[in-house]
């Protein structure tokens, strides 16, 4: 059996809810942790000359500031509770990112937290839990 | 963010405070003196930017046989690449073969979509309504064979601009002609180190120019003109108010540019893309509503082409404008391009060429032909007086009421997008002559805005000539420099060319 599970956080109260159930997991399975936060941003947007000449300095900017907001307080969070993880923030579509990067680590299981949009909206703009449930090839769980 | 409002506010202030006695001195008829004041100076850069030669009784400008030998030359050298590669470039901008380690940073659509944002824009509507004004139905055919070939062009120069562009200390890169004129002729030879240096100082000189006149003064002329028309005509409220477009507009464009304000960027860059779609659909649309007509424009658009009766100069009057407008409108080897295509992140330069095929492909065998189309399947050009986007206007008009409208809203847009484009090209080619600073850059937005009222204010005669002029000027040490550097770009092609055909490029999924 697999010895990652991945984590899918986005600052919300259902992702953290997704990370304290996955905590235990990990811990009763003495499996390791890997939380990835996912920005959202599509190859296919128009912008202005100036935006693309900042972008690449933008980009790391928007990983630094995903690192050291949301990564690294729950690393630590983690670390005292005695569960192994690891942290990585990925740019593209959230459920298109989660899926891939659970097939490049083998991951046993990816858990993520349900947003609690109401029907109407997950219908209309679709939901990451709901597209990742559709697209995975592996375990998901979602957390209420 | 707070400092920034501030100090956009402050130089808005100023610059309104500076234009605002102008507007005041003179209640009626200060476009008339704004254009008494110009008219000398533009007049005389457009005779030197145009000196022609005669043949067969037409007077040809040399900067057009100058663009049009260079993108033959190109298409010859580089064995057709403007059609050969087109299915690879379409793979390069679906991401075919992106680097999984660069997601997030400018992606070849991204690069691609921001100079096309440049480009489209009243060249495709106003430029090709003159074109077939004067030159008859016959010119379409001129212009696309034009866009064809500027696709080569336009492939060597963006593949350069990524080449020798430069990366800055804070991240961000620069790049374009000035930066391959300076760098790229010394790694050639150190003989050539100075005339790159040379030629890369006249380009950014001239990039300033276009910047302030084609990529500036014509859009709000021309996008001033068909508000002036849609509400009236010379009847209209606004018929001698240029002036207060142009300062409303540049007060816009100064938010933009000057305050960083990224919102209106931002709906713009949403909404143009959008408002292009709906030009070439409902051009699609009116030419399928007259889908009797199309055999007839067709054959008016050959026997136009190469036997025109009554156009000045026959068939090589013809040609003329129809690559004329071609280039005014995909700006191949004007070398603007390739300062925008340089954003994009890459190790492999000479896939941003690949890519930027598209550009007057979409530009002007596309957008232009379906103006073309339109005008010449409506029977709107002749005899009408109507110039420029008027003329296109009422060919749409012609056919859908209500159209000149949305017409109005784009062109106001699209003219919006252009000078947001151009103000950082032109800012770029500022920026190497006179260095970063912040003193620089926003004395140079500033001008930027003041030639926005200019534009506004002037007659079109003396505003296309003189943007004519500036935007072509920047062909000639750009295409020198390019004529240097085709063996550097041939190395790039070939090389990425036998990876591709052996499949060593695997699809990034």
């Given amino acids: ?144 | 963010m707070n400092r920034f409002n501030q100090l956009t506010l402050r130089l808005l202030v100023l610059f309104i405070s500076l234009t605002m006695p102008l507007v005041a001195l003179a209640d009626v008829g200060l476009d008339e003196k704004i254009d008494n004041l110009i008219k000398p100076a533009a007049d005389s850069v457009a005779n030197l930017v145009f000196t022609s030669f005669n043949v067969a009784g037409v007077a040809i400008p040399f900067v057009l046989v100058w663009l049009i030998l260079a993108a033959v030359i190109f298409t010859i050298y580089f064995r057709f690449i403007n059609l050969r590669a087109m299915g690879l470039g379409f793979k390069l901008i679906r991401g075919d073969f992106d680097d999984p380690a660069s997601v997030g940073e400018v992606s070849h659509f991204q690069a691609l979509a921001t100079a096309l944002s440049g480009t489209v824009g009243l060249g495709n509507i106003a430029g090709v309504a003159i074109a077939v004004s004067l030159g008859g139905p016959g010119a379409t055919f001129w212009m696309i064979l034009a866009g064809l070939l500027g696709m080569s062009s336009k492939f060597v120069e963006c593949t350069l601009g990524v080449k020798y562009r430069q990366e800055n200390a804070d991240g961000s890169v620069s790049g374009g002609p000035m930066y391959y004129l300076s760098r790229g002729l010394a790694e050639r030879s150190p003989s050539l180190k100075s005339l790159g240096k040379v030629l890369a100082v006249i380009f950014a000189i001239c990039c300033i120019g276009g910047s302030f006149g084609g990529g500036n003064m014509f859009q709000a002329n021309q996008s001033f003109l068909q508000l002036v028309t849609v509400t009236g005509g010379e009847n209209s409220w606004l018929a001698d108010k240029g002036w207060l477009y142009g300062l409303i507009v540049a007060f816009i464009v100064g938010m933009v540019i000057i305050g960083g304000i990224r919102s209106i960027a931002k709906v713009t860059s949403k909404i143009v893309p959008f408002m292009a779609v709906i030009y070439v659909v409902t051009g699609l649309v009116i030419i399928l509503m007259n889908y009797s007509a199309i055999p007839s424009a067709v054959a008016a658009i050959f026997t136009g082409a190469f036997s025109p009766e009554g156009i000045a100069g026959g068939a090589i009057g013809v040609l003329f404008q129809g690559f004329k407008r071609a280039a005014f409108s995909n700006e191949a080897g004007i070398g603007s391009a390739a300062i925008a295509h340089a954003a994009v992140r890459t190790n492999e330069p000479v896939t941003e060429g690949l890519v930027a095929l598209y550009e007057p492909f979409i530009d002007t065998v596309v957008i232009c032909t379906i103006t073309a189309l339109v005008i010449v399947i409506t029977g709107t050009y002749g005899g009408s007086n109507a110039d420029g986007v008027a003329l296109t206007s009422a060919a749409f008009g012609s056919a859908i009421s209500w159209f000149p409208l949305v017409l109005t809203v784009a062109v106001v847009l699209f003219a919006f997008s252009t000078m947001i484009s151009w103000s950082y090209y032109g800012l770029k080619a500022w920026n190497y002559l006179f260095g970063e600073s912040s003193v620089v850059s926003n004395t140079y937005k500033v001008l930027f805005l003041a030639f926005v009222v200019i534009g506004s204010s002037m007659k079109l005669d003396s505003v296309i000539g003189f943007s004519d002029a500036m935007i072509f000027a920047m062909a000639f040490p750009n295409i020198i420099g390019l004529y240097f550097l085709l063996p550097v770009v041939k190395k790039e092609l070939n090389a990425y060319w036998k990876r591709y055909k052996s499949g060593e490029l695997t699809p990034a999924k």
């Fill in chain 1, 1 to 144: 059996m697999s010895s990652t599970i991945i984590v899918g956080i986005d600052g919300s109260e259902g992702a953290l809810r997704a990370l304290d159930f996955a905590a235990s997991q990990a811990r009763s399975n003495k499996q390791r942790l890997l939380i990835c936060y996912v920005i959202e941003w599509s190859p296919y947007t128009f912008n202005t000359p100036s935006e693309n000449e900042q972008r690449h300095r933008r980009r790391e900017e928007e990983i630094e500031r995903a690192h050291n907001d949301l990564i690294e307080p729950q690393l630590t969070r983690l670390a005292q509770s005695g569960v192994e993880a690891e942290g990585q923030v990925r740019h593209g579509q959230a459920a298109s990112v989660l899926k891939d990067l659970g097939t490049e680590v083998d991951a046993a299981v990816i858990v993520i937290g349900r947003k609690g949009t109401s029907r109407l909206a997950s219908v209309m703009f679709g939901s990451v839990a709901g597209s990742l449930v559709q697209i995975a090839d592996r375990p998901v769980t979602v957390v209420p």
